[in-house]
């Protein structure tokens, strides 16, 4: 790899790693009382695909470890936003799905986070969002294989 080439790659990763704390930061901030973006997400997809998964699918999903997702989906099941269930074809699984509440606090959280979303799509410009778009899916499929490439 060029020097030139590995300053490039250095700048794009550094400005990715600083988007994303900050993004996260500000999110964090206007999110319903006591919700964390892990439990956003976790709602989010449960609503986009309106149907139960198991746990390890989660974790997969977020790429993080189950205990971890174990964690998430505790806290949440606390608040009543996810139902919990034993799996009827396998009682070592259970299946998540989520609550009429899970949904109103997903609807909640949606709209306190649309404002900062839609301010950066007007401070960039809608054309170079559309632009950087494609960019950043393939980066995400490039790391989301787990070889890189």
Known sequence: MTR????LA????????????????RLSK??????ELSHFGVLNLLS???????????????????GAM???????EWAGYVHIRPDWDD??????????????????ALAAI??????AVHSLGEERVRQTIPVLRSLRQQFGDGEGG
């Open 48 to 66: 986009k695909y309106q149907t139960e998964m198991s746990p390890a699918e989660l974790a997969r999903a977020f790429h993080v470890t189950r």
């Open 114 to 119: 649309t404002p900062l979303i839609d301010q």
């Open 10 to 25: 250095n700048a794009l990763f550094s400005e990715l790693l600083m988007a994303d704390q900050l993004a996260r930061n």
């Open 91 to 108: 009682a070592r699984r259970k299946m998540v799905a989520i609550s009429p509440a899970g949904r109103a606090a997903r609807d909640a």
């Open 70 to 76: 174990t964690n998430t989906l505790a806290k949440l």
């Open 30 to 35: 206007v999110l319903p009382k006591g919700m």
């Open 4 to 7: 030139a080439r590995t300053d």
